[in-house]
């Protein structure tokens, strides 16, 4: 038998011919495991030296990390047990004392990676000391919604003795909080004072960057008036009595700022108040020897 001869052989042959090139050029261009990864797949793990690096650099000068859980010193006896060690040797000098405050950079797992001598106690053998202390002291780690933070913390270090008080401290020696105060803003839908009233509004930045902020307290020093900055910084505040007021913006993280403003019969004051971001603050360490020089 034989077989029948295509009547038009060379259109099958280009058919052929195109498939075959169309399959050559697609297997080219397919992404090979680096293009797969440059495409979209998950970047390799960063180092955890790499990380802390990189949260240095972001953090290249003491500054507010967000949070939800600041750090605590949880070995505070042991670091207190070490500073007053090296307090009593230096005690044959009577007037040797101070308050020294140091900012740790600790990284997610709250180990230090940096210190920074941010005041003096005015003795330079306890400052040494207090610099020392990195290797020594102990973090729990900061949190924001359960995620661990790499943040700048600041401590302040109280040297004293029992005949001496420094502030700051109670009777008995013992460290008062130095956290951020909670400042209570009331409401802005209160039935307006009497007499002649203005209008106080304006924006809230961040000093740094110049970006707005939102969420920031902000209140009319003596009058009962506040609010808080919307979405865009902006805020306003109704029923001012009129005459030469303090306006004065706080949020946690960023301190507080004030700033003098004019409110005029019936007028709108502009302002435009920036805040700058602050270490996290921890409660004071104290570190007291009685008047001999012992513990």
Known sequence: ?????????????????????????????????????????????????????????????????????????????????????????????????????????????????????????????????????????????????????????????????????EPGSTERGEAVSVRDPVVTVPPDDAPPVDGETGVVTGTIRDAPSGQPMADVQVFVGRTGRGTLSNREGRFQIDHVPVGAREVIAHLVGYGETRTGVSVSPGGVAEVDLQLQATVIGLDPLMVRLDGAGGS
């Open 1 to 165: 038998m034989t077989m029948p001869m295509p009547k038009r052989p060379w259109i099958r042959g280009g058919v052929f011919s195109a498939i075959a090139a169309a399959l050559f050029v697609l297997a080219c261009g397919a992404p090979g495991p680096t293009d797969a990864r440059e495409e979209g797949a998950e970047p390799p793990a960063m180092s955890e030296s790499a990380r802390v690096d990189a949260a240095r650099e972001g953090h290249a000068i003491p500054t507010f990390t967000p949070y939800s859980v600041r750090p605590t010193v949880t070995n505070r006896d042991e670091v207190v047990a070490a500073l007053r060690r090296e307090y009593a040797a230096l005690r044959e000098d009577p007037g040797i004392g101070g308050t020294a405050e140091v900012s740790f950079f600790i990284d997610e797992e709250s180990r230090v990676q940096d210190v920074r001598l941010n005041r003096s106690s005015g003795q330079g053998a306890l400052d040494g000391a207090v610099i020392g202390m990195a290797g020594v002291i102990e973090f729990t780690p900061a949190l924001n919604r359960d995620q661990e933070r790499a943040v700048w913390v600041s401590l302040p270090i109280a040297f004293t003795t029992s005949d001496s008080r």
